[in-house]
């Protein structure tokens, strides 16, 4: 698990407040970024979200939490996973 302290300047959520430092685990709320989700996602809130953050980063956080941990990544733990998942390496813990 990658958990490290890393400086930025994003915005929290609708206060405007700056955040200085973006973190693992930190309220996903406290991002003020685009969230995304596939075009595969239901619409009951089964989705995982990924944004962009001005650090380079990739945030994820689960759709039925979006106000829950905001779950942080580099780009190539990210495109290791993303490869990992096209080639089927976690195709088992869906059954």
């Known amino acids: 698990m990658h958990v490290q302290m890393h400086p930025s ?5 609708k206060v405007g407040i700056r955040v200085d430092t973006v973190y693992n685990g930190m309220p996903a709320e406290d991002l003020s970024v685009a969230w ?9 809130g ?9 650090t380079g980063e990739i945030a994820m956080r ?3 939490f979006p106000t829950g941990p905001a779950l942080v990544y580099t780009e190539a733990e ?3 996973f993303l490869a990992g998942a ?3 390496e976690f195709d088992d813990v869906i059954g």
């Open 46 to 54: 089964n989705c995982v979200e990924v944004a962009r953050l001005s």
């Open 9 to 13: 300047s994003e915005l929290v959520g």
């Open 62 to 64: 689960n759709s039925r």
């Open 78 to 80: 990210i495109a290791a």
């Open 86 to 88: 096209k080639d089927g």
């Open 36 to 44: 995304r989700k596939s075009k595969r996602s239901g619409a009951v």
